[in-house]
């Protein structure tokens, strides 16, 4: 109360009054009367309960009247609502509670000096968070509300400590044979940096084996730019490396902000696939004899990187029109086979609304059966927070696709009966709400922190312009290199901040594609199938951030990597049906550049993904194939998505007919208007 009466709040202030009150209580305890002070009746009663009561009963009977003091609001409903009510599914929950309660021990024991007593404090103190979960809450908010890269780098670098990392083998124990053994990768003589790379290799089998690889894995792992080695990914690494034989996984331990800020990382990424490239494989233990087929892969901070480097190989060669991939005298590198960007961060400006353009991107005819109930969400935002009643608008739904391809611009929300044209014009800025907006409370990634982490990775001294800049942010990259990017795989949580990142994205690639491939009709070329929208985004119904990092806590996570070693295997498989095309390489030799499309197989039904790639209509078929005869669509797409047929959502993924926008707005707004909450009981 001190520091509130002082009018500044202070940890110093708030220090001295818990000093104060413990002193004076602790001095009338020793030299005070045993039955209280000189307050009428209460010697009295005092005395009284001494004779009937014992000490333990008393102790007992204080705590009780403490804790329902403290509670006085739950018991008579008198508590504010719970914003994270329905949020996630009850496992993610549960495994957000623990991180919490872990983040809350590590930062409470931070400033003790001796390493071997710290471990053990954050021990103690998280088990003590995890029983007060409330008091766990309130910490992190206050710690995240002042965040420092020290911060993040104890919350985000905890399961490394020796106890942690115990208890992560026994509850997820791996059954791979080989331990991860340590690289240091040569720069390329082309690049301005010569300190090698560190990096650390997963591979199930020997030294002699690996010389035999053909294929390679290269992940860039994450930790938002300032944290985190490949060490702690271990359990997605080596998943990989054993449901993926024969396959060897690179993950680059890349230097970290803010002592080596943008865009030091990202040259460091580049060179090693440079490296990789020029020396055949040798630099990472290949015998060098051929060329690798090449995966590229990230999550988070590492998916900003995995664009950035795909944009840097695009960048470096020229392109045309027509949508060549490769031209007579072409010097450049290789594209990977393809990417898998897991929650990737896309765009550093962090914009609390969507532009036209985004918007435009979700409502495309192409995606409309995919996305409309994610524009019928960002819609709803509104009307719920409002209290207006959802009957007084036109749903999404009658709105023909005819109608929305003559007029993409035009929002089938705005088609109200409300005759008040302020509330029309209300009724249309409430569609542009972005993820990170909408999910400002989530409880892994926070504004707070995003804030943090993009300044730090800046750094001091640079100014970059955030609408151009396509290696810091690949979200604005120019259609001319989207068009040309290869398979593609977004992995990412329905509610996670950044999901607005994935969404646009991959709708931004599918439209460069489709843009190159009605060109190419116009020229009357032939229509390549390398230039089809290879785009496939997987949304998992009710999650955040980082999931894959939960492994001995959440166990979906398990079911998740598996279907990223899916992808890994799909991309990097040898297709002896393919023709060839002939292209001068790096080396100035001839090799295949053939690209194909790829279709998925999943370990189990509930597994399917949304696709926001080419939308899945009625009866398994796509939109893109189905009706595109007439507006150069191609054909490629027929055969591509054979066999996916509609679904109804699951607690695992959110089908194509489910609307993630729509979702996303509900469980925003609902309590305010006096609703029910979106909720996951059933889940596990």
């Known amino acids: 109360m001190i520091d509130h009466v002082l009018g500044r709040p202070s940890l110093q202030f708030r220090k001295i009054q818990v000093l104060a009150v413990l002193l004076f209580w602790s001095t009338y305890l020793v030299k005070g009367n045993s039955n209280g002070p000189p307050i009428p009746f209460l010697r009295r009663l005092s005395r009284t309960f001494s004779k009937r009561l014992t000490a333990f009963q008393m102790v007992t009977l204080t705590l009780l009247y403490l804790y329902v003091a403290r509670n006085f609001a739950k018991l008579f409903n008198l508590e504010s609502p719970e914003p994270l009510a329905g949020l996630y599914t009850r496992s993610y929950f549960r495994a957000t509670w623990i991180l919490t ?13 001796r390493k071997w007593l710290r471990d053990i404090c954050s021990m ?27 911060h993040l780098r104890v919350a985000w670098d905890k399961q490394t400590t020796p106890y942690l990392r115990f208890l992560s083998l026994v509850l997820n124990p791996s059954p791979n044979k080989f331990a991860p053994r340590p690289l240091r990768i040569p720069r390329p003589k ?6 090698p790379v560190n990096a650390w290799l997963y591979y199930e089998g020997t030294r002699e084996q690996l010389l035999s690889c053909t294929k390679v894995v290269l992940d860039i792992p994450g930790g938002g730019y300032v944290a985190m080695s490949p060490r702690h990914h271990d359990d997605k690494l080596l998943t990989w490396s054993r449901l993926c034989p024969g396959v060897p996984v690179i993950s680059i331990d890349y230097k970290k902000a803010p002592e080596h800020p943008y865009p030091y990382a990202l040259n460091e990424c ?42 840097m190989i695009l960048n470096s060669t020229s392109t045309s029109s027509t949508g060549h991939l490769m031209e007579a005298g072409w010097k450049g590198l290789p594209l990977p086979e393809g990417l898998i960007l897991i929650y990737p961060s896309l765009d550093l400006n962090m914009s609390s609304w969507m532009s036209e353009e985004q918007m435009r991107l979700i409502r495309q005819r192409e995606t409309l059966e995919t996305n409309k ?14 209290g207006l009643d959802s009957s007084r608008h036109v749903s999404s739904e009658s709105v023909s696709e005819d109608e929305m391809s003559r007029n993409p611009s035009k929002n089938p929300i705005e088609d109200t009966s409300i005759q008040d044209p302020l509330e029309k014009k209300e009724f249309s800025t409430r569609l542009a709400v972005s993820s990170r907006l909408s999910y400002f409370n989530d409880r892994v990634l926070t504004p707070e922190m995003m804030r943090a982490m993009v300044i730090l990775y800046i750094g001091p001294h640079n100014r970059p312009d955030f609408q151009t800049d396509f290696f810091l942010s690949p979200i604005v990259a120019p259609e001319s290199l989207l068009a040309r990017f290869p398979k593609t795989y977004f992995l990412t949580g329905e509610r996670d901040p950044l999901v607005d990142d994935t969404v646009i994205f991959a709708g931004r690639i599918r439209a460069a ?8 009709k116009e020229l009357g070329l032939e229509i390549l199938e390398d230039v089809d929208d290879n785009v496939e985004v997987s949304l998992i119904q009710g999650i955040s951030h980082g999931f894959l990092m939960m492994a001995s806590l959440f166990p979906q996570a398990n079911r998740e990597m598996k279907k990223c070693a899916t992808w890994i295997n799909q991309i990097l498989e040898d297709k002896p049906n393919t023709p060839a095309v002939e292209h001068e390489d790096y080396f100035g030799e001839t090799m295949s550049a053939a690209q194909s499309g790829y279709t998925t197989a999943y370990t189990s039904e509930e597994e399917k993904p949304i696709e926001i790639g080419g939308g899945i209509g009625k009866n398994g078929k796509s939109l893109s194939a189905g009706k595109s005869h007439g507006r150069g669509r191609g054909k490629a797409r027929a055969g591509t998505m054979k066999g996916r047929g509609k679904r109804s959502g699951s607690v695992v993924s959110l089908g194509s007919e489910d609307d993630l926008v729509d979702r996303r707005m509900k469980g925003l707004a609902m309590h305010l208007a006096g609703g029910e909450t979106n909720s996951y009981d059933s889940a596990p």
Do not use: Q
Not at 190 to 195: G, I, M, P, R
Not at 271 to 291: A, E, K, P, Q
Not at 380 to 386: D, F, G, L, V
């Open 101 to 113: 309660a872990l983040d809350a021990g590590f930062w409470t024991a931070m400033r003790i000096k």
């Open 124 to 150: 103690i103190f998280s088990v003590y968070y995890l029983f007060a979960a409330e008091r766990a809450d309130e910490k992190v908010r206050r710690i995240r509300a002042t965040l420092t890269v020290e």
């Open 190 to 195: 082309e690049s301005v940096y010569k300190t």
């Open 270 to 311: 580049y060179d090693v696939y440079h490296s990789i490239v020029y020396t055949r494989g040798r630099c990472v233990g290949l015998s060098g004899d051929f060329l690798p087929k090449i995966a590229l892969t990230g999550d988070s901070a590492g998916g900003n990187y995995a664009a950035g480097v795909t944009l």
């Open 373 to 386: 109930n994610v524009v019928r969400r960002k819609s709803e935002y509104y009307e719920k927070t409002s």
């Open 513 to 520: 594609k489709a843009a190159v491939r009605r060109h190419r």
